[in-house]
C-alpha cells in the first residue's frame, strides 16, 4: 500500500510537473532559435565598425585634391576693397572666408575673425577700411598633395579655420575646417541607417 501510495504521489507529480517541464523546453528552444539572428547582428556589427574604421583611415590618407574637386569658385576680393563689401559678399555665400589677391598672386586672407577682431574690436569704420589694412598676410598655404589627416592635424594644432590650396603660385581652392570634417563623416549616416534597419528586420 506503501508503494502504491509512492508511485500514485510521483505519478501525480509528473503529471503536475510536465507543462512545466514543456513550457521550460519551449522557452529554452525558442531562445536558441533566437542564437543565430542575435548572432548575425553582432557579426554586422563588428563588420560595419570595422569598416568605419578602414574607410575612416583611408579618407585621412587621401589627398585634398579629392575634396576640392567638386568645390563651386573660389571667392576672392582685390586690396582695395572695402571691409562692408568683403562681409556682404561672405554673407550671401555662406562663407567664413575671403582670399585676397592682388592680379594673380595671393597676398592674404580675410575671415570672420578678422572682420571682429581688427574691424569691430578695434572700432574701425567698415565702410572706409581697406580690407589690406585688416586682412591675414601670406596666409599659410598648402599644396593639394596634402592628405586629409595632414591636414586635419594644421586645423586641430594650429587653429586654421581655412586652409588656401596653392599650387605653382595659382590658388586652386580654400578649405575649410568644416568641408575636412564634412568630407569625413560624409555617407556614414546613411550607413548607420542602414545597419539598423538590417537588425530591426532580422
Known amino acids: 500500500?506503501?508503494?502504491?501510495?509512492?508511485?500514485?504521489?510521483?505519478?501525480?507529480?509528473?503529471?503536475?510537473?510536465?507543462?512545466?517541464?514543456?513550457?521550460?523546453?519551449?522557452?529554452?528552444?525558442?531562445?536558441?532559435?533566437?542564437?543565430?539572428?542575435?548572432?548575425?547582428?553582432?557579426?554586422?556589427?563588428?563588420?560595419?565598425?570595422?569598416?568605419?574604421?578602414?574607410?575612416?583611415?583611408?579618407?585621412?590618407?587621401?589627398?585634398?585634391?579629392?575634396?576640392?574637386?567638386?568645390?563651386?569658385?573660389?571667392?576672392?576680393?582685390?586690396?582695395?576693397?572695402?571691409?562692408?563689401v568683403c562681409v556682404r559678399a561672405m554673407t550671401a555665400e555662406k562663407i567664413g572666408a575671403l582670399i585676397v589677391m592682388d592680379g594673380e598672386r595671393l597676398i592674404g586672407i580675410f575671415t570672420e575673425r578678422d572682420a571682429l577682431n581688427k574691424v569691430l574690436a578695434a572700432g574701425l569704420d567698415p565702410v572706409n577700411t581697406k580690407v589690406s589694412e585688416v586682412m591675414t598676410k601670406d596666409p599659410y598655404c598648402i599644396p593639394p598633395t596634402t592628405t586629409v589627416g595632414e591636414a586635419m592635424q594644421l586645423v586641430t594644432q594650429r587653429r586654421f579655420r581655412h586652409l588656401p590650396i596653392v599650387e605653382n603660385g595659382k590658388v586652386l581652392a580654400v578649405i575649410s575646417s568644416g568641408d575636412l570634417t564634412h568630407w569625413l563623416v560624409k555617407d556614414q549616416m546613411r550607413e548607420v541607417q542602414e545597419l539598423v534597419d538590417l537588425a530591426a528586420r532580422s
Not at 509512492?6 to 522557452?27: D, F, R, V, W, Y
Not at 536558441?32 to 590618407?61: C, E, N, Q, W
Open 1 to 84: 500500500m506503501k508503494r502504491l501510495s509512492c508511485k500514485s504521489g510521483a505519478g501525480i507529480g509528473l503529471a503536475l510537473l510536465s507543462p512545466a517541464a514543456l513550457a521550460t523546453q519551449e522557452e529554452l528552444l525558442m531562445t536558441l532559435g533566437r542564437v543565430p539572428t542575435y548572432a548575425f547582428v553582432l557579426f554586422v556589427i563588428i563588420v560595419f565598425v570595422a569598416v568605419y574604421f578602414m574607410r575612416s583611415r583611408d579618407k585621412r590618407a587621401a589627398p585634398l585634391s579629392r575634396i576640392f574637386e567638386e568645390r563651386e569658385a573660389i571667392h576672392s576680393v582685390g586690396p582695395n576693397t572695402p571691409v562692408t
